[in-house]
């Protein structure tokens, strides 16, 4: 599958570890020029650098995703040099304070409703336009089992990441019969991350699935024929 994209854009969210530094590198590896962003801009200079080393063309921009005007800028930026956006992985997010409903911190839950939804909106509204013009847009947006089938205590992730999946299968939906935009979700399922290691500090990492196996069948979803709203659930 090398160089199956060839010449596309691709822009990654949350791409300074884990999966989303992982995701951007399979996507690079196979020929896309990839944006990376983030707030931490020495981690994504390590995975601009690490995709350079590999040949892979890659360009940082280092944002807090819960700014819409830096969403803006960087859509502005992005559509300056570019004409077309043909891959947007929405991945960042925040898992914030596993607690019950009724003491959930009002204060944290405006943050975890406004990256892992809000600012997702954003994203898309910014960048509709550049996806448009793409001749075979993908969007994929990462969510958790927990947005399917709640659980005690993860109500405030779980609440946004519903919203999420509801966001973009709209979108998708919309998109159907106007443009090339094809929408998907994607469930890594239990994944050796730090967002995971929050959640299950007791747990044993080396049970778990590696990031890199994740963002494999990220990049391979993406290059196939999947259907828009198709939902990928990745076991093992």
Request: proline share 3%; aromatic share 4%; glycine share 8%.
């Amino acid at each position: 599958m090398a160089g199956v994209f060839d010449g596309q854009l691709a822009l990654v969210t949350g791409a300074s570890r884990g999966i989303g530094a992982e995701t951007a590198k399979s996507l690079a590896a196979r020929g896309a020029h990839v944006i990376l962003t983030a707030r931490n801009s020495s981690e994504l200079e390590q995975v601009e650098e690490a995709i350079h080393e590999a040949g892979g063309s890659a360009t940082i921009a280092p944002m807090d995703l819960t700014d819409p005007e830096s969403i803006a800028r960087l859509a502005q930026a992005i559509a300056g040099r570019w004409n077309a956006l043909d891959i947007l992985v929405l991945n960042a997010a925040m898992l914030g304070t596993l607690t019950g409903v009724p003491t959930i911190d009002g204060q944290e839950f405006n943050r975890v409703i406004t990256l892992n939804l809000m600012a997702q909106q954003a994203l898309i509204a910014n960048f509709d336009a550049m996806l448009q013009n793409s001749k075979n847009a993908r969007l994929v947006a990462l969510t958790s089992s927990v947005a399917k089938s709640p659980r005690a205590y993860w109500g405030a992730y779980a609440a946004s990441k519903a919203a999420l999946e509801t966001l973009i299968t709209s979108y998708g939906e919309e998109m159907r019969n106007m443009a090339a935009i094809r929408t998907a979700i994607v469930d890594p399922g239990k994944t050796r991350t730090n967002m995971r290691a929050q959640a299950y500090p007791g747990e044993d990492p080396q049970t778990l699935k590696t990031a890199g196996i994740v963002a494999e069948k990220i990049a391979e979803f993406l290059a196939s024929d999947f259907e828009t709203n198709s939902r990928l659930e990745i076991e093992k």
